[in-house]
């Protein structure tokens, strides 16, 4: 089955680190641009970080400029995002998205969402 699973999320105090894990079943994450994006309650999906097929190029939101890296390892077919220093604000379900353009088609996979809650 075509999937993209998160893992890594969980509750963590602030100034804290938590590692968003991205991993792929079925298919290969190789042509793909990597993004992740955040939903908090009563808000819309917004986007968080970037990374394009290669790895040789990110781009982040400002709200985490600083604080969180993306990266990604196509041995293992998986995508990270590392969030440092983390703020009550940063509370959110985090998804990640493999997007890529072939045949004049786009194709898009999402996860289902991994909770990270930031509070003392």
């Known amino acids: 089955q075509v999937q993209l699973v998160e893992s890594g999320g969980g509750l963590v105090q602030p100034g804290g680190s938590l590692r968003l894990s991205c991993a792929a079943s079925a298919f290969t994450l190789n042509f793909y641009v990597m993004r992740w994006y955040r939903q908090a309650p009563g808000k819309e999906r917004d986007f968080v970080a970037l990374?394009?097929?290669?790895?040789?190029?990110?781009n982040y939101a400002d709200s985490v400029k600083g604080r969180f890296t993306i990266s990604r390892d196509n041995a293992k077919n998986t995508a990270y995002l590392q969030m440092n220093s983390l703020k009550p604000e940063d509370t959110a379900v985090y998804y990640c998205?493999?997007?890529?353009?072939?045949?004049?088609?786009?194709?898009?996979?999402w996860g289902q969402g991994t909770q990270v809650t930031v509070s003392s």
């Open positions: 998205n493999a997007h890529r353009e072939w045949g004049g088609r786009p194709y898009d996979f």
């Open positions: 990374i394009t097929s290669s790895g040789g190029n990110t």
